[in-house]
């Protein structure tokens, strides 16, 4: 029986070629909502370099190690391609080609297979074949740029905005959209997805702002990026953050209210006095800790919030309520989003250990080498009975899934 567990994607089966970043992300995303995903990872550790019990973005799936660089690897990955719905790979462009397991290979194999590919510059295009991390591609998308104060060097947003929001989220929508085209009677095709045009296309509204001279181009100086002091970061007595998010008037009325400065700081619609009303908030936040803002401004909408740690995060009352981290296997990590009325997402697995699951993959797949590499480990298959003697579904078809 396919593994589905719990989500709207219960059925589809997913194959994801081992890599780092946000190849796993995407493939973590998709057996969160309940997806067989099927990592075939590489002989010789985790890709990660880090203990792969640790390793969140491998939850819910399972794992096999395949030696992509020999025929019968290349052979076993097709044999899991023409039984799945989607395969992603995260390699240099040309390299999954070279490898015998390109889109030409496996949609020839299966033609309904939707080929995902997660590249940071793209599979065409002057540096497509070149080197590259996060920080390389948000930076020719003008998004890094806008981070930061304007008399520092741009801030580096961890890795979240390139690999995983530009990258990781733009492959699962094309996924799933070039999923729809193949279930309602269409063929596979590939999705070629590049955290550049991710990247970019995250920043639409900015530019459509910045086009109607409502944005100026550089840092520090909008609305949304620091530079208007009713939204951003001070720092409280005791080396905390809070964040201010007082954009609206009736908000700003609220939150100078709650700080204590009603009527001794300049109206918000001077920009000149934008300096003065900085200093002044800035000032203010320094009488107090962390802690004491947080309690003048809960549960009121002066939309101030403490800046939270990443081990802080999980105590907050707000999240601990909604259950948005949760502790699965001793890991306390972030709970599958978004969420569904009917068919909820679930942590069903811990992160898979490279290779461990291998018979369980050749016997639910029903892979044919696989099923001869592991043929002394498996268990014996019951006979059926008279009441389930039908035929076997044809791989590749929506009764195999």
């Known amino acids: 029986m396919t593994e589905s567990g719990n989500g709207p994607l219960g059925g589809v089966r997913v194959v994801e070629l081992a890599g780092i970043g946000p190849c796993p992300f995407a493939a973590m995303t998709l057996a969160d909502l309940g997806a067989d995903v099927v990592r075939v990872d590489r002989p010789g550790g985790a890709a990660l370099g880090i203990d792969p019990a640790y390793d969140l973005t491998n939850r819910n799936k399972r794992s096999v190690v395949i030696d992509l660089k020999t025929p019968q690897g290349a052979e076993r990955v097709l044999e899991l391609a023409e039984r799945a719905d989607i395969l992603i790979e995260g390699y240099r462009p040309g390299v999954a080609e070279r490898l015998g397991v390109g ?16 590249t940071g510059w ?88 910045l086009a109607a001279g409502g944005w100026q181009d550089r840092r520090g100086a909008n609305l949304l990026d620091g530079g208007a002091p009713f939204y951003g970061t001070y720092e409280t007595a005791d080396g905390g953050h809070m964040a201010v998010g007082a954009l609206e008037p009736q908000f700003y009325a ?26 002044a908030i800035a000032a203010r936040f320094q009488e107090r ?66 290779g461990a699951d291998t018979a369980e993959i050749a016997r639910d797949w029903a892979v044919p080498g696989l099923l001869d590499d592991v043929q002394d480990v498996l268990p014996p298959t019951p006979e059926p009975t008279a009441t389930d003697r039908s035929p076997a579904p044809r791989p590749g078809t929506p009764e195999a899934h």
């Open 103 to 118: 889109p030409d290979s496996c949609l020839a194999r299966n033609e309904r297979l939707v080929y995902g590919r997660m």
């Open 122 to 209: 793209g599979q065409q295009g002057p540096l497509a074949d070149t080197a590259g991390h996060d920080i390389s591609y948000i930076a020719i998308t003008g998004a890094l740029g806008m981070i930061g104060a304007p008399d520092a060097p741009p801030t580096v947003p961890a890795n979240l905005l390139g690999d995983y929001a530009g990258g990781s989220l733009y492959l699962v929508i094309g996924l799933l959209a070039a999923l729809r085209h193949a279930a309602a009677g269409g063929s596979g095709q590939v999705v070629d997805a590049a955290i550049v045009d991710g990247t970019a296309h995250l920043s639409s509204m900015i530019h459509g702002m």
């Open 254 to 279: 609220e939150f100078i209210r709650l700080l204590g400065i009603e009527g001794q700081v300049p109206q918000r619609d001077d920009l000149a006095s934008w300096g003065a009303l900085r200093d």
């Open 289 to 354: 800790t962390r802690a004491e803002w947080t309690a003048v401004f809960e549960g009121t909408d002066a939309c101030v919030a403490p800046v939270l740690s990443l081990r802080e995060a999980p105590d907050h009352p707000h999240l601990a309520a909604r259950g948005t981290f949760l502790d699965h296997g001793g890991l306390t990590q972030p709970a599958p989003a978004p969420r569904f009325s009917r068919t909820p997402g679930a942590v069903r697995r811990p992160p898979a250990q490279p």
